[in-house]
Antibody, heavy 119, light 107 residues
Framework: EVQLVESGGGLVQPGGSLRLSCAAS????????MSWVRQAPGKGLEWVAN????????FHLDAVEGRFTISRDNAKNSLSLQMNSLRAEDTGVYYC????????????WGQGTLVTVSS | DIQMTQSPSSLSASVGDRVTISCRAS??????LNWYQQKPGKAPNLLIY???TLQSGVPSRFSGSGSGTDFTLSISSLQPEDFATYYC?????????FGQGTKVEMK
């Protein structure tokens, strides 16, 4: 059974940093692209970043480019999102998702971790 | 960036009704369109990928159609568990944008 479990969310002050993690199990992690998607309170979904199987290529939303970095450790079946210079508008639930094999569909999702940026 | 516009933003329907949700892309995306269902407090769930292919395990009352810029998600006979918010997502180019969502509520 595919499982994705996020951790690392919490309350942080504007300008602060946070590192989110996603533990993957139930599939060959190194064979899949992975993704982060966020959702502000009461709002819709927003794609944040993708990373290819080996980790050498990464894609980030312009609004987080230079502040957030997606990375992965295939030996540990782990996905991360390093978030620096956090802003109030970064507040929301952050989901880790597996990118399926049918053209970037997100076929499995974690339960999400809440990030709150506030003073 | 490609803008995705869903309509309506919300709708009221009854069990057994046929429901149709539209999604329009600001430029052509071929068939690079996915549909997700999200229930309150839960992660989204993939329903349809590549515009019209049903994800494994998803009931056959869900169907998707369209290509280019105009897409449709249909539910042939609404069931109680289908009251939720539905999102389209384009994966033709980065950033992979979502529609704003369509909330299906009980009439």
């Amino acid at each position: 059974e595919v499982q994705l479990v996020e951790s690392g969310g919490g309350l942080v002050q504007p300008g602060g940093s946070l590192r989110l993690s996603c533990a993957a199990s139930g599939f060959t992690f190194s064979n899949y692209w992975m993704s982060w998607v966020r959702q502000a309170p009461g709002k819709g979904l927003e794609w944040v970043a993708n990373i290819i199987e080996g980790g050498s290529h990464k894609f980030h939303l312009d609004a987080v480019e230079g502040r957030f970095t997606i990375s992965r450790d295939n030996a540990k079946n782990s996905l991360s999102l390093q978030m620096n210079s956090l802003r109030a508008e970064d507040t929301g639930v952050y989901y880790c998702a597996r990118v399926g094999k049918h053209g970037y569909d997100l076929d499995y999702w974690g339960q999400g971790t809440l990030v709150t940026v506030s003073s | 960036d490609i803008q995705m516009t869903q309509s309506p933003s919300s709708l009221s329907a009854s069990v057994g009704d046929r429901v149709t949700i539209s999604c329009r892309a600001s430029q052509t995306i071929s068939s690079h369109l996915n549909w997700y269902q999200q229930k309150p407090g839960k992660a989204p769930n993939l329903l349809i990928y590549a515009a019209s292919t049903l994800q494994s395990g998803v009931p056959s009352r869900f169907s998707g159609s369209g290509s280019g810029t105009d897409f449709t998600l249909s539910i042939s006979s609404l069931q109680p568990e289908d009251f939720a918010t539905y999102y389209c997502q384009q994966t033709s180019s980065f950033p992979q944008t979502f529609g704003q969502g369509t909330k299906v509520e009980m009439k």
